[in-house]
């Protein structure tokens, strides 16, 4: 079955330090993969994308992600946190063939600490 | 660019009650996809229009939400009864077109109708 997994629903950081949120996928066939950010009472926001080439992706507001194969992760990073991250962010996986259907992990509520 | 704009951005029905929500897509973009989001959950294809033409329906529950796009624009999902498990927040997302094969289409989100059914 395909499926994302967010193992964490609920994460703090203070502010100025790093994070890592994880994500895994479980897809039989060359998965696409994205990571969304959604603030309060807004829709979802694109942060990154990975197709295919460098499995290190970088996207907006100083994101990036990894892609591991072996490991079937799609981990979101980012080096020094500022208070406007706190958010809630999804990571998704797309088929590759199939039309545009998204499927979405359940999610990761991010909380930054002065 | 305008966004992808939606409206109402809230309701509050009773249950057995219909309601409707519309979206209008990015300009230009022909594929248009409504998602229902539970509180704590991500978000769950309902339907997917590709121009006027459902491409994807299988998570829809066709006993109660409908769904059209008109003339391959705008687009408007009804939902008739509704029940209390019904309440979420409805998102509209919108990209350029379904490739068919390799570069998938990035897709641009609504700030989506929140529903409460009482």
């Known amino acids: 079955a395909q499926s994302v997994t967010q193992p964490d629903i609920h994460i703090t950081v203070s502010e100025g330090a790093s994070l890592e949120l994880r994500c895994n996928y479980s897809?039989?066939?060359?998965?696409?993969l994205f990571w969304y950010v959604q603030s309060p009472g807004q829709g979802l926001q694109l942060l990154l994308k990975?197709?295919?080439?460098?499995?290190l992706v970088q996207g907006i507001k100083g994101f990036e992600a990894e892609f591991k194969r072996s490991q079937s992760s799609f981990n979101l990073r980012k080096p020094s946190v500022h208070w406007s991250d706190a958010a809630e962010y999804f990571c998704?996986?797309?088929?590759?063939?199939?039309?545009?259907?998204?499927?979405f992990g359940q999610g990761t509520e991010l909380s930054v600490k002065p | 660019e305008a966004g992808v704009a939606q409206s109402p951005r809230y309701k509050i029905i009773e249950k057995r009650q219909s309601v409707a929500f519309w979206c209008n897509p990015i300009?230009?973009?022909?594929?248009l996809y409504w998602y229902q989001q539970i509180l704590g959950q991500g978000p769950k294809l309902l339907i997917q229009?590709?121009?006027?033409?459902?491409?994807?329906d299988s998570q829809l529950p066709k006993d109660r939400f409908s769904a059209e796009r008109l003339k391959g624009v705008d687009s408007t999902l009804k939902i008739q009864p509704a029940k209390l498990e019904d309440s979420a927040v409805y998102l509209c997302?919108?990209?350029?077109?379904?490739?068919?094969?390799?570069?998938?289409?990035?897709?641009?989100f609504g700030p989506g109708t929140r529903l409460l059914v009482l």
């Open positions: 997302a919108s990209s350029p077109r379904t490739s068919g094969g390799p570069g998938q289409e990035t897709q641009y």
């Open positions: 897809y039989g066939a060359t998965p696409y």
């Open positions: 990975y197709f295919s080439g460098d499995t």
């Open positions: 998704a996986v797309g088929p590759y063939n199939q039309g545009g259907k998204l499927i």
């Open positions: 300009s230009g973009h022909a594929t």
């Open positions: 229009f590709q121009n006027n033409g459902v491409v994807d």
